[in-house]
């Protein structure tokens, strides 16, 4: 069966901080994956998708980026956080069985990170 | 350009009561729609999904939708609230060539 991995599952980190999350997936091959930020209180917000290795599409201007090195393994990077990059991080992946559009998302569970 | 509003930022119910969270959506073309679920610091878990046949469809967990295309909407309802249910909920809707878009969210409390 697959399965999703995000680590930290808790971060506090410092203004002007780097910052790197990782996400990995296991049972599937070739999934998109897609990084997502819900602010308290909000919706999802989607950050960044790949389709493919080295393939980043970014969805909102921002001081993040993502990186996807290896098929199954997605990673979303600061090199100096804001206080406004406070929140919940979700990554996610799905497939493409028939049409993509019609394959449910998968999520971690998330990364709260605390810009302080 | 798809969109989807859910009326009611917070519901609450009583346990045993009628469960119903409201979605509507709006999209050019046939949409795919989803309800997820999201208990406190974890991810979102599929509730249910409809992308074509019948209109009534059944998730987990008892839930269950159905697709009005004349009332643009997606309604989730389940005839008996457990405390366990307590939980954020997200409507979503996707079409071929877009990217899923996801509701607001309700926050559904159940009064014991």
């Known amino acids: 069966s697959q399965t999703i991995h995000q680590w930290p599952a808790t971060l506090v980190q410092p203004v002007g901080s780097p910052l790197s999350l990782e996400c990995t997936v296991e049972?599937?091959?070739?999934?998109?994956l897609y990084w997502y930020r819900q602010a308290a209180g909000r919706g999802l917000q989607l950050l960044f998708y790949?389709?493919?290795?080295?393939?980043i599409s970014s969805e909102v201007p921002q001081n993040l980026s993502a990186s996807r090195p290896q098929d199954r393994q997605f990673i979303l990077s600061s090199k100096k956080l804001l206080l406004s990059d406070s929140g919940f991080y979700l990554c996610?992946?799905?497939?493409?069985?028939?049409?993509?559009?019609?394959?449910?998302?998968?999520f971690g569970n998330g990364t709260r990170l605390t810009v302080t | 350009a798809q969109s989807v509003t859910q009326l009611g930022s917070h519901v609450s119910v009583s346990e045993g009561a009628l469960v119903l969270l409201r979605c509507n959506y709006s999209?050019?073309?046939?949409?795919?729609l989803f309800w997820y679920v999201q208990y406190p610091n974890q991810g979102l878990q599929l509730l249910l999904k409809?992308?074509?046949?019948?209109?009534l469809v059944k998730g987990i967990n008892g839930f269950e939708a159905e697709f009005k295309k004349s009332e643009t909407s997606f309604h989730l309802t389940k005839p008996s609230a457990h405390m366990s249910d307590a939980a954020e909920y997200f409507c979503?809707?996707?079409?071929?060539?877009?990217?899923?878009?996801f509701g607001p969210g309700t926050s559904l409390s159940v009064i014991p």
């Open positions: 996610a992946w799905n497939s493409e069985q028939g049409t993509l559009a019609a394959s449910p998302l998968h």
């Open positions: 049972g599937t091959s070739n999934p998109n």
């Open positions: 790949s389709v493919g290795i080295g393939q």
């Open positions: 999209s050019s073309v046939p949409p795919y």
């Open positions: 409809y992308t074509t046949g019948a209109t």
């Open positions: 979503a809707v996707s079409s071929w060539g877009d990217k899923v878009i």
